[in-house]
T-cell receptor, first 112, second 112 residues
C-alpha cells in the first residue's frame, strides 16, 4: 500500500532556530513530491521536487529529494513565529491518471 | 487569496441527505482537484477533472460524484451522507495537469 510518513509529527522551537522536517515515501510510479504549508485553512504550495539532489530554495525555506532512498527534507532557517503551521508532504504518482498520497503532516510551533 | 472560490463556506446537514459543493477555479486554470480533510484521515485526494473530463480518481466513495462544467467550474455531490463524511472539502486548481495546485478556502461539512 502506498504511504507517506512524516517526522517528527510535532515540533516546538524558538525563533531563530533551524528546523529539518522529514518525509519518506513508498509509492509506485513516483512522479513528484510536494510540500505544502497549512496554517488555519487551505494548504499553500511550497515546493515541487522531481529530481534527486537538486535543492529548491525560497527565502529561508529549502528542500531536497533523494529518489534512491525515497525521502525528502524541508529545512527552515532562522525560524519566525509566522512559520508556525502544519507542513504537509505529498507524493504524486502516475498510473493511468494521477494520485496524490499525503502524509500526516508535521505541526511546527515557533515560540517567540 | 489563491483565486479559487468555494461555496458554501459551511454546510450543516443530516445523515442520509445529499449536498452539492461548488468550486470556481482560478481564471485560466483547466484542471480541478477535490480533496477531503478529516481529523482521523488527514488530507485525501478524491478526484481530478481536466477541461471537463475526469482524469484521475483517488479515494472517492461511490456515494460521491463530481463533474466539471463547460465554464470550468466544478461541483462535488455527496449523497446518503454519514457522520463520517463530516470534514473540510477543498478544491484546488492548476493550469495544466501536473502544474502547481492552488487551493480554495474549503467547505466545512458537518453531518449530524
Amino acid at each position: 500500500e502506498d504511504k507517506v510518513v512524516q517526522s517528527p509529527l510535532s515540533l516546538v522551537v524558538h525563533e531563530g532556530d533551524t528546523v529539518t522536517l522529514n518525509c519518506s515515501y513508498e509509492v509506485t510510479n513516483f512522479r513528484s513530491l510536494l510540500w505544502y504549508k497549512q496554517e488555519k485553512k487551505a494548504p499553500t504550495f511550497l515546493f515541487m521536487l522531481t529530481s534527486s539532489g537538486i535543492e529548491k530554495k525560497s527565502g529561508r525555506l529549502s528542500s531536497i529529494l533523494d529518489k534512491k532512498e525515497l525521502f525528502s527534507i524541508l529545512n527552515i532557517t532562522a525560524t519566525q513565529t509566522g512559520d508556525s503551521a502544519v507542513y504537509l508532504c505529498a507524493v504524486e504518482e502516475r498510473n493511468y491518471g494521477q494520485n496524490f498520497v499525503f502524509g500526516p503532516g508535521t505541526r511546527l510551533s515557533v515560540l517567540p | 487569496d489563491s483565486g479559487v472560490t468555494q461555496t458554501p463556506k459551511h454546510l450543516i446537514t443530516a445523515t442520509g441527505q445529499r449536498v452539492t459543493l461548488r468550486c470556481s477555479p482560478r481564471s485560466g486554470d483547466l484542471s480541478v482537484y477535490w480533496y477531503q480533510q478529516s481529523l482521523d484521515q488527514g488530507l485525501q485526494f478524491l478526484i481530478q477533472y481536466y477541461n471537463g473530463e475526469e482524469r484521475a480518481k483517488g479515494n472517492i466513495l461511490e456515494r460521491f460524484s463530481a463533474q466539471q462544467f463547460p465554464d470550468l467550474h466544478s461541483e462535488l455531490n455527496l449523497s446518503s451522507l454519514e457522520l463520517g463524511d463530516s470534514a473540510l472539502y477543498f478544491c484546488a486548481s492548476s493550469v495544466l495537469v501536473g502544474d502547481t495546485q492552488y487551493f480554495g478556502p474549503g467547505t466545512r461539512l458537518t453531518v449530524l
